[in-house]
């Protein structure tokens, strides 16, 4: 069993250092990091960079890194899982590359294919209030001035009752 989980520990860690070294080649020149986490986003003095591995073949493997300027960020609104946990939204219009249909016929849909869908907002969770992500993230928005949005509180749908109802206890 420790075998087990020292293959894992072992795999999780080469899984970060191929995705750090990866988005530190996606710097531009002149780009300083500002603060990174273990397994986290990346911010940069101009940038919010992260980074995930394509699942579909052929490109199964691969990295892509999804980039979002700070000069492109119009608002943002700080706040809440429903266990306290700190969440950020943020309000720009962008694409992200992901999985999409390689055909489409009237209502069918089939293969493989990555391709860049847009998304109306971005929503970052983060671990803790004092987390370095977090806080640098923050501290950016705040000093550049962004327009703050109200605060949010993300809850889970229904009562616990009835999230649990059809939950089997061994």
Known sequence: MASLEARGLSTWRRFRRE????????LEPGERIVARSHDHLIITDRRILSARQLFAPPWRGEWVC??????????????RRHDHRPLTRLGPLHRAIEHIPA????????????????????LLGFGKDSGPVFVALRDVLE???TTQLEPFVVRPEGTRQERTAHAIAQ
């Open 19 to 26: 995705r750090d070294s990866f988005l530190e080649t996606r």
């Open 103 to 122: 055909h489409r016929f009237l209502w069918f849909e089939w293969g493989d294919a990555q391709g860049p869908i847009p998304h109306d907002m971005t």
């Open 143 to 145: 000093r550049m001035g």
């Open 66 to 79: 999804d980039a979002l300027s700070f000069a492109q960020i119009t608002g943002y609104a700080l706040g």
